[in-house]
Every structure is written in structure tokens, then in C-alpha cells.
């Protein structure tokens, strides 16, 4: 069973940054792709930021063209841990956000398999 538990969340003023990290455990599940999403209110999780490390252990990172040169996501392998920076945040930001992994990356929330709970993202104007 695979287990991915989010933190760093929280309340910031519009252009504050957050760091949010997710940890992933269990069996030897080793994911290949670790991707953010995010969900606010009344709206459809959508992909935020996702890496995917090729057979060679290279990781490619890809973010959504709405969060791009303000977002980065990251990860450290030796600690099966995926971040997300978010910098120059938007009141539009806030929304539950999600980490997922899976052995192939997609857009859509539906493919993936393993979810954490989610961590809160709250900007204010």
C-alpha cells in the first residue's frame, strides 16, 4: 500500500510564497511520475506540476501554463519526496492541493491511483 502525506499549507497575503512537500512510503512502490494537483471550490481538480523520472533516473518537470514562472516542483529522490514551490501567489491559487503518484504521468485526476489528503492553500487579496 502506497501512503503520500502532504504539508505546508497555510494562509498567505497575494505574493507570498509556500513550500509544500509530500513524502510518499509503503512497500517498494517507486513511482515514476509525482505530480501536484489542485482543487478549488466548485471546480475540477486540475494538474498543477508534475516530474517524471525516466529509466535513468533523470526527472522531467512540466507545469501548467497558469501557475508557470511562479511554481516549481522538485523532488529528492533519497527521501521519496516531491515539493512544490509556489512563489508570487494569487488569490486564484486557493484551492486543496494534492499530491499523486503513479508509473506513468497524466492530466487528468481520474488515472491516478495513490492520493494524499491534501494541504490547504489560502491567498488573500
Known amino acids: 500500500q502506497v501512503q503520500l502525506v502532504e504539508s505546508g499549507g497555510g494562509s498567505v497575503q497575494a505574493g507570498g510564497s509556500l513550500r509544500l512537500s509530500c513524502i510518499v512510503s509503503?512497500?517498494?512502490?517507486?513511482?515514476?511520475?509525482m505530480v501536484w494537483f489542485r482543487q478549488a471550490p466548485g471546480n475540477e481538480r486540475e494538474w498543477v506540476a508534475r516530474?517524471?523520472?525516466?529509466?535513468?533516473?533523470?526527472?522531467?518537470?512540466y507545469t501548467a501554463d497558469s501557475v508557470k514562472g511562479r511554481f516549481t516542483i522538485s523532488q529528492d529522490s533519497a527521501k521519496r519526496a516531491v515539493y512544490l514551490q509556489m512563489n508570487s501567489l494569487k488569490p486564484e491559487d486557493t484551492a486543496l492541493y494534492y499530491c499523486?503518484?503513479?508509473?506513468?504521468?497524466?492530466?487528468?485526476?481520474?488515472?491516478?491511483?495513490?492520493w494524499g489528503q491534501g494541504t490547504q492553500v489560502t491567498v488573500s487579496s
Open positions: 516530474i517524471y523520472n525516466d529509466i535513468g533516473g533523470v526527472g522531467t518537470t
Open positions: 509503503g512497500n517498494t512502490y517507486l513511482p515514476n511520475c
Open positions: 499523486a503518484v503513479a508509473r506513468a504521468c497524466y492530466n487528468v485526476a481520474s488515472a491516478y491511483r495513490y
